[in-house]
């Protein structure tokens, strides 16, 4: 059974920090990409971060430069870091796993809250 369990969420004053983390079992988690996402109320689902099995990254304009993805294959864990924080970051994030050579995420994680107030 695959599961991607999303940790780190949390309220913070705007300027400040958070690190989210999503820990994976039941798949080859090297063998996966793995992106982050985020959805607001009222609001599409839109991608984050992206992070390739090799670990090419790519990220959405609105978080470049302040948001970094990383992966700890040995842990099984997907990070997100994400620095400057606007209360337009505020949002569920989720984690998503895209088996490699494959468009679409197959696995998703519950998701963590991020609250950024001004």
């Known amino acids: 059974q695959v599961q991607l369990v999303e940790s780190g969420g949390g309220l913070v004053q705007a300027g400040g920090s958070l690190r989210l983390s999503c820990a994976g079992s039941?798949?080859?988690?090297?063998?996966?990409?793995m992106g982050w996402f985020r959805q607001a109320p009222g609001k599409e689902r839109e991608l984050v971060a992206t992070?390739?099995?090799?670990?090419?990254?790519n990220y959405a304009d609105s978080v470049k430069g302040r948001f970094t993805i990383s992966r700890d294959n040995a842990k099984n864990t997907v990070y997100l870091q994400m620095n400057s924080l606007k209360p337009e970051d505020t949002a569920g994030y989720y984690c998503?796993?895209?088996?490699?050579?494959?468009?679409?995420?197959?696995?998703w994680g519950q998701g963590t809250q991020v609250t950024v107030s001004s």
């Open positions: 992070i390739s099995v090799g670990g090419a990254t």
């Open positions: 039941g798949l080859p988690f090297s063998s996966y990409g």
């Open positions: 998503a796993a895209r088996r490699y050579g494959s468009t679409l995420y197959t696995y």
